[in-house]
Each structure stands twice: as structure tokens, then as C-alpha cells.
């Protein structure tokens, strides 16, 4: 489906009659949506379905309105209330058309929107301090490991509980005995970097993953190469709302707001996965002299750990 551009329909609104509510074609949706004004000259963003929708709550800047018009229409309303931030309400409400798109059902459609919704409620606000590129690239690393490799292992439940986000652990992930640390770098890189002695020490043995991307054109798309994309993955996946709360929660403690996401698009080229045993190449605590070292750094040859690569 082509990307609806939300600003676009808005700017090029003519009727500004309140609650006169125009169809938005082109979308491949069961459930059909609607865009004008509500009372009080506010942008509206509504959707229509025959079955009743989940319970949605308001923010500051968006106010939701939903009822039952008669037997089998149900309407779910998005208003604009603070027109500062109408710019992200556009980019929100193309980002809710695309979620709901291609749905089979309607029951997977308003799921869908509502996780939608739920990343933007809590992601609405911009962060202080945005994501480097080099951190953007690391998160969307971590969660194609947890698309890709964790989840068809361990369950989403598992998965998603085992990620550390950016909390202050040493590993990227670990449940029960099992751990791994999962670096993202350029397909042209031959080294990796290590950036604490704790990353790969451990009493037991674990797994490093490397993971080769390359940055490609906003033309590229195999569904699973933005960060946005694996976000709806993974969202997909998830049953149970305080899961999914906990979610959302490592990504925004991670650094990820919608707000000033970027637009990136990677194409993974290669994932490896290292076993971390006892003779693996690594620098431990044990092995640094002097107390006085608290923390370093290091590159690992790729080409010389091959014969730690798992089948």
C-alpha cells in the first residue's frame, strides 16, 4: 500500500464544516477511515468498524472520542487538541493507516491500531537527548534478534523479558543460564568492538552475535528493515497488555521516541552467532593487573574467531 500522507489531506481539506467527515481511498482496510474537523475547528482522524473497539484513553495533545451510532457502526475518533505538534499528528495518524492496512479481520485491524496508539502515547513527547546513529543501528540490531532468532526460541513472553533495553546490565540479553550480547556493525567491517570487560565475561558459557548490515534507499523494503517495522513485528506478537507495556517501556529507557525517529532503512546481510567459551578471545577482569583499570575497550578480528561460529 502506497503511504497516505495525512498533511497532505488536511492542507487540501476544503469543507471545514465540524463533524462532516470525508473517506480516505486508497487504503487496503476492512474497517474504513475518515478525516475533517470536530467542534472547535479540530483535526479529525476516525475510524469505522462493524464490531466494538478496544477502550482507548486520551493524551494531552490527542483526544479520543469513541461510541456506538447504531447496531454495527462503532467509530474511534482522534483529535487534534494542541495544534503545535501538527506536524506529528500527520506522521501519527499516516503511521495508524499503515498499521491497520491489509488486515484480514477487523478484530486484527483495531488490535492493530490500538498498539499502534499505545507506542505514540507514551513515545509523544520528545526525548532531551536523541539516539546517535550508531545507537539507532544497535536497537534495530537487538530487535531483529529478538524477531528473528529469540522469539521462535523462547516465545515472545520469554523474549521480550530477557531483553535488557538499555537498562544497567552487561548483558543484552540473558534467562536462566543463557546469555547474549549482540553487536550491529557495517557489512564492510571485518572487526568488532568490545566496550567493556563485562560484556563477554561470564562463569558460563554464552553467545556473541554479530549482525552485518547495510544503510539502503527509502525504496528497500522486505518488511523487517526499519525500526518501525520490527517494532510492529514484535507488537504483533504481543497478547498481554503488560507485556506490552514493558515493551514499550526498554524502548523509550533505550532512547526511541516516535517523535523524532528516523527514517532509516538497513538490510541485513549476515547474522552470526559466536559461541563465547572458556578459550574464546576476550579480555576478563582476572586478566587485567592493575586494579587501577576500571573499564576498557577492544576490537575482535572477525576472521579469527571462525572457528567459534555455531552451525
Not at 467527515?21 to 483535526?43: A, E, K, P, T, W
Not at 484513553?57 to 457502526?73: D, G, L, P
Not at 560484556?199 to 525500526?227: A, P
Amino acid at each position: 500500500m502506497m503511504r497516505i500522507d495525512v498533511g497532505s489531506l488536511f492542507n487540501n481539506l476544503h469543507t471545514k464544516t465540524p463533524n462532516e467527515l470525508s473517506r480516505i481511498g486508497g487504503i487496503d482496510s476492512i474497517i474504513g477511515v475518515y478525516y475533517g474537523y470536530h467542534s472547535g475547528m479540530n483535526y479529525r482522524l476516525a475510524f469505522m468498524s462493524s464490531i466494538e473497539p478496544p477502550m482507548l484513553h486520551s493524551t494531552a495533545s490527542i483526544r479520543i472520542f469513541q461510541w456506538n451510532e447504531s447496531q454495527n457502526v462503532y467509530w474511534t475518533c482522534f483529535d487534534l487538541v494542541d495544534s503545535s505538534v501538527k506536524t506529528i499528528f500527520y506522521k501519527f495518524g499516516s503511521d495508524l493507516i499503515e498499521s491497520i492496512s491489509a488486515s484480514k479481520n477487523e478484530n486484527s485491524s483495531l488490535t492493530a491500531m490500538k498498539n499502534r496508539f499505545f507506542i505514540w502515547k507514551k513515545m509523544f513527547k520528545p526525548l532531551k537527548n536523541q539516539m546517535s546513529d550508531e545507537s539507532y543501528k544497535g536497537l534495530f540490531g537487538e530487535l531483529y534478534f529478538i524477531n528473528e532468532h529469540l522469539i521462535p526460541i523462547y516465545g515472545i513472553d520469554e523474549s521480550i523479558k530477557m531483553w535488557s533495553g538499555a537498562e544497567s546490565t552487561n548483558k543484552d540479553f540473558s534467562t536462566g543460564i543463557d546469555w547474549f550480547e549482540v553487536k550491529t556493525i557495517s557489512s564492510s567491517r571485518n572487526t568488532v568492538t568490545i566496550s567493556s570487560m563485562e560484556q563477554l565475561e561470564s562463569n558460563v558459557d554464552g553467545k556473541l552475535i554479530i549482525i552485518k548490515t547495510e544503510k539502503m534507499s527509502d525504496q528497500y523494503d522486505d518488511g523487517k528493515c526499519t525500526v518501525r517495522q520490527l517494532i510492529n513485528c514484535i507488537m504483533n506478537q504481543i497478547e498481554d497488555d503488560s507485556l506490552r507495556d514493558a515493551f514499550v517501556d526498554k524502548l523509550v529507557l533505550y532512547g526511541y521516541d516516535e517523535k523524532s525517529t528516523r527514517n532509516i532503512t538497513y538490510k541485513v546481510v549476515k547474522m552470526n552467532i559466536y559461541k563465547v567459551i572458556e578459550d574464546f578471545p576476550r579480555v576478563t577482569r582476572n586478566e587485567v593487573p592493575f586494579n587501577a583499570i576500571t573499564k576498557l575497550s577492544y576490537e575482535i578480528s572477525l576472521s579469527a574467531i571462525d572457528n567459534y561460529l555455531e552451525d
